[in-house]
């Protein structure tokens, strides 16, 4: 085989040499994704691994998907989170070189999506550790997953909703207002951050403005839960999502309730002591993105009849 002629088989895969795999990520990607289970791929994956572990040569893409199939497989996030820090520490030796910016590429962004909040889950007493047990347990990670997958897109082809779907929501007209300016401005704001010339600088605004577009995310889920417990209104987003769950508003094993635990944790990092203790994997504008598709979905869900 030739370096012109792209593998079609994981046989022809494992026949390539070190300095090859690098032209061929995309096909090598799609050939393990067709084999019949998640061992089968992780075998394949490892034996890939093996191919270049002797090299000097990114092995970024199989820890990548290493860490994506633990933790879709185990029952807890260690060994995936190990999988996808060494997929990071390969994209920050090798990226560079590619123009790729490490904080810019596939783990770290997962890992800055899951890593803290998976963690908060495990400390956590009540029925929001539940979901890391199976069944609940496959339902998080794929809608985490997934939420990744969509926050890849650019802003501007994200599907997002109109004021249309805010007034069928929502009953209360003050709510439906609150959540509607809410939505809207953390829109804007991430169209603003990618949009050039615009008075938002990408180096020295994106954390903080990130903070704020989840905080206004936040402040939509709790207009929704305010309006359908209104015996709570005036209270904190965390004591609606506790007696939403009560009222079982909220269930474990839902894409609602992940996104509210999600949003619980995220948005307690508008708290200085919160976020200064955090030392790698940073609330960027890439989790932002990820709130708005969690969100989105969740609102097409309730809108569902």
């Known amino acids: 085989m030739t370096a012109l002629n792209p593998p079609s088989s994981l046989e022809e895969v494992l026949k390539l040499l070190p300095a090859q795999f690098d032209s061929y990520w995309k096909e090598i990607d799609g050939i393990v994704a067709a084999l019949p289970t998640s061992s089968h791929q992780i075998t394949a994956w490892e034996a890939i691994l093996e191919c270049l572990r002797h090299h000097p040569f990114s092995k970024g893409m199989p820890y990548f998907r290493l860490g994506v199939l633990h933790l879709l497989t185990d029952p807890d996030a260690t060994r995936a989170v190990q999988e996808l820090e060494l997929a990071y520490l390969e994209d920050r030796h090798y990226g560079p070189d590619t123009g790729k910016l490490p904080h810019r590429m596939g783990a770290y962004r997962l890992l800055a999506l899951t890593k803290g909040f998976l963690d908060y889950l495990q400390s956590e007493k009540d029925w929001k550790a539940e979901q890391l047990d199976a069944p609940h347990r496959i339902v998080l990670i794929r809608t985490l997953l997934a939420v990744y997958d969509r926050s890849l897109a650019h802003i501007f082809d994200l599907e997002g909703h109109t004021y249309q779907s805010f007034f069928r929501l ?3 007209p003050s709510l439906t207002r609150f959540a509607i300016e809410n939505y809207f401005c953390a829109d804007h704001l991430i169209e603003s951050f990618h949009i050039a010339g615009t008075h ?17 995310f936040g402040g939509v889920l709790e207009a929704i839960l305010a309006d359908k417990l209104p015996s709570f209104r005036g209270h904190t987003l965390g004591v609606l999502i506790r007696e939403a769950h009560a009222k079982e508003i909220i269930r474990v094993g839902t894409k609602l309730t992940a996104l509210s635990s999600m949003m619980l944790y995220l948005r307690n990092h508008i ?29 097409a869900d309730l809108l569902q009849p």
């Open 170 to 172: 929502i009953q209360d």
């Open 200 to 216: 938002i600088s990408g180096r020295d605004d994106e954390y903080a403005l990130a903070r704020a577009i989840i905080g206004l």
């Open 271 to 299: 708290h200085a002591d919160r976020d200064a203790n955090r030392r790698a994997y940073f609330v960027d504008i890439n989790v932002a993105k990820g709130c708005k598709v969690a969100l989105d979905w969740v609102i």
